[in-house]
């Protein structure tokens, strides 16, 4: 994470994402889980800072691919207990809004280069 902010609610999603998930999976499943995502997404950014941009791309480097596995997890395999949490505006909203939305800011906080790699 580049700023202290970025780390603060990063890590507020990865922490409770990654023991959830540690929890079900088991310690030895979900290690395997974290390195196949940490290689597979470290060739998939060279693949595609050495095709897609003649200068390569600048990826920043921190945990967002794991970021991104882990919320495929959670929108897969985690189901709304709440449906009606919150309201705004009329919307309805489960309690996984709340955990979406600090995933996205986290997420979306560099740009491209933080966007490209979760």
Do not use: W
Not at 25 to 43: A, D, E, P
Not at 76 to 102: C, M, N, Q, V
């Amino acid at each position: 994470f580049g700023t202290v902010g970025e780390m603060v609610v990063g890590l507020a999603v990865l922490c409770p994402l990654s023991r959830r998930f540690e929890r079900e999976m088991g310690s030895r499943k979900f290690g395997t889980f974290v390195f196949f995502t940490n290689v597979l997404s470290t060739i998939f950014q060279i693949v595609c800072s050495q095709t897609l941009y003649e200068g390569g791309a600048r990826y920043e480097p921190g945990p967002y691919p794991l970021l991104g596995a882990l919320l495929f997890l959670y929108h897969r395999y985690t189901p709304r207990l709440y449906p009606r949490f919150f309201s705004i505006l009329g919307f309805d909203f489960s309690e996984k809004a709340l955990t979406y939305f600090f995933a996205l800011q986290a997420i979306f906080s560099g740009g491209v280069s933080t966007f490209v790699p979760a």
